[in-house]
């Protein structure tokens, strides 16, 4: 694999924002400075929140940085595989804007990947402001029948830390923080674009694996996490897209090799939930 010489740049970072812009300007500052960075793409999904003077100010102070401006807002995996298109490193790392990477985040990662033979996908041990960790930086795949059985219990896609092992084999990690050799994200073809918002990162690890790709979370590179700051300005848009998700992701991988019935129940449960969730968050706006 090519960029391996002790220290060398060669690792593109994509960004995708989308009124990000109480992190977006610490989030870049710490890509700016982290180790073997070549790179910095950002790709902001039609904001309105001064995203794009923060982006304007960077761009000059730093050639490695260039945007995407978006007129409108065609959905995370869209805006992933343009960053992904307009860089050439060797090394894709995908980083929210609300994440604040530390110097030697990425370059830990990157190691990670080619202890585990070059081939792999990993994400870090994510954790809030409060020190919590994040459940999604650790998942099994959904299992949509065990969640009819058992709705509440299967539903849970968390897995707990293993703290014996510095790189643990998981599912699925979290589209917050990924890196990977770019030659396995084009062998997957990159994000499905059927998706605007959640369950792509899901769907990206299964087909990894497929294609036999390791994925893993390093628990030795903890990154802080400030969650969903994007997504509070639009709960109603952002629910309808996780739960049209997970649809997605059930008719993909699970459909096929269930029945008819299983099938109306799933789309029923994952519309009901919907529903359920609905007055609470017409309250909130």
Not at 168 to 182: C, E, F, I, K, N
Not at 247 to 276: N, Q, S
């Amino acid at each position: 694999m090519t960029g391996d010489a002790a220290g060398a740049a060669d690792i593109a970072a994509v960004v995708v924002s989308y009124r990000s812009a109480s992190t977006l300007d610490a989030c870049l500052l710490r890509l700016r400075s982290a180790r073997r960075v070549a790179q910095i793409r950002v790709v902001d999904n039609g904001s309105d929140d001064g995203t794009l003077e923060i982006l304007q100010r960077h761009a000059l102070a730093d050639p490695r940085l260039r945007f995407i401006a978006n007129p409108d807002n065609p959905g995370f995996a869209v805006a992933c595989n343009q960053g992904a298109a307009d860089s050439d490193s060797p090394w894709l790392a995908f980083v929210n804007p609300d994440l604040e990477v530390r110097p030697d985040s990425l370059e830990r990662l990157r190691a990670h990947v080619l202890a585990a033979g070059g081939d792999a996908l990993v994400g870090a041990d994510l954790h809030g402001e409060d020190g919590m960790r994040d459940g999604a930086a650790r998942r099994r795949d959904p299992d949509f029948g065990a969640m009819l059985r058992a709705p509440g219990a299967a539903a849970r896609l968390d897995l707990p830390m293993d703290a014996s092992r510095a790189l643990q084999p998981v599912d699925a990690v979290s589209g917050a923080l990924m890196l990977m050799p770019r030659t396995l994200f084009g062998r997957i073809g990159g994000f499905d674009e059927g998706y605007r918002l959640h369950a792509e990162d899901l769907d990206l690890c299964r087909r990894a694996r497929a294609a036999g790709a390791c994925i893993a979370v390093a628990n030795d590179v903890p990154v802080l996490h400030l969650r969903g700051v994007s997504s509070r300005s639009r709960p109603l848009f952002v629910e309808w897209h996780k739960h049209r998700g997970l649809w997605r992701y059930f008719r993909k991988f699970e459909a096929a090799r269930r029945g008819p019935v299983t099938r109306v129940a799933v789309f029923a449960a994952i519309w009901a939930h919907f529903l359920a969730k609905l007055p609470a968050m017409l309250l909130r706006r």
